[in-house]
């Protein structure tokens, strides 16, 4: 298995607070991934980072940031949780080989509950 | 925008074959994935297709046609064990290393 670890494995937060999810990875894959999975809407992509410091917005990027100063550890942060936030967030990590994308190997999810 | 169709759900008999297709329309493309995902679980990666054409590996082969923005997981041999959701992942950006997913279709194999 790919070394990815994801911390925490379960947080219960309430709506207004700040939360932090950590994500990291020992393979020293340049490409990693926040997404969040909800019912009747799949994996959805929230932010990816393509290298220290660089990063860029995916298709559910609003109310939350991320940074990257290390090559191994990759942050996810709502700044003011909601309650639509409540999700399954799976972390992932992937490098570029000759031809194409090795794929993507994800960690084993952070189920957070916003009351 | 990006958009990717897949049957919500299936249902087939243990020995039997099954194909699950998906359809994607995506701003970019490099190469389709598809990942398997038991439920409470991480997805687990199956297949990737970057040319046209039939990969196989083992029970498992998967096809792509590009220029119809179509692709089909063929599973041979059904097990009790794959029942399990089946994602299709386009890779949208130049590198090949931003997927979207589809929303699943989900596989039960009975007895």
């Known amino acids: 298995d790919a070394g990815i670890t994801q911390s925490p494995r379960h947080k219960v937060t309430e709506t207004g607070t700040p939360v932090t999810l950590r994500c990291h990875q020992t393979?020293?894959?340049?490409?990693m991934y926040w997404y969040r999975q909800d019912p009747g809407h799949g994996l959805r992509l929230i932010h990816y980072s393509y290298g220290v410091k660089d990063t860029d917005k995916g298709e559910v990027s609003d109310g939350y940031s991320v940074s990257r100063s290390k090559t191994e550890d990759f942050l996810l942060t709502l700044e003011s949780a909601t309650s639509s936030q409540t999700s399954v967030y799976f972390c992932?990590?992937?490098?570029?080989?000759?031809?194409?994308?090795?794929?993507?190997?994800f960690g084993n999810g952070t189920r957070l509950t916003v009351t | 925008g990006q958009n990717i169709d897949q049957p919500t759900e299936m249902t087939a008999t243990e020995g039997a074959i099954v194909q699950i297709n998906c359809t994607y329309q995506t701003s970019g493309f490099n190469g389709l994935f598809w990942y398997q995902q038991h439920a409470g679980e991480a997805p687990t990666f199956l297949s990737y297709?970057?040319?046209?054409g039939l990969e196989e590996k083992g029970r498992f082969s998967s096809f792509l046609s590009r220029s119809k923005g179509y692709s089909y997981l063929l599973l041979k041999e059904l097990q009790m064990k794959d029942s399990a959701s089946y994602l299709c992942?386009?890779?949208?950006?130049?590198?090949?290393?931003?997927?979207?997913f589809g929303k699943g279709t989900t596989l039960s194999v009975s007895s």
């Open positions: 992942a386009p890779a949208f950006n130049q590198a090949g290393t931003a997927l979207i």
């Open positions: 992932a990590i992937s490098e570029v080989r000759g031809r194409g994308t090795s794929p993507l190997h």
């Open positions: 393979e020293n894959h340049r490409y």
């Open positions: 297709n970057v040319l046209d």
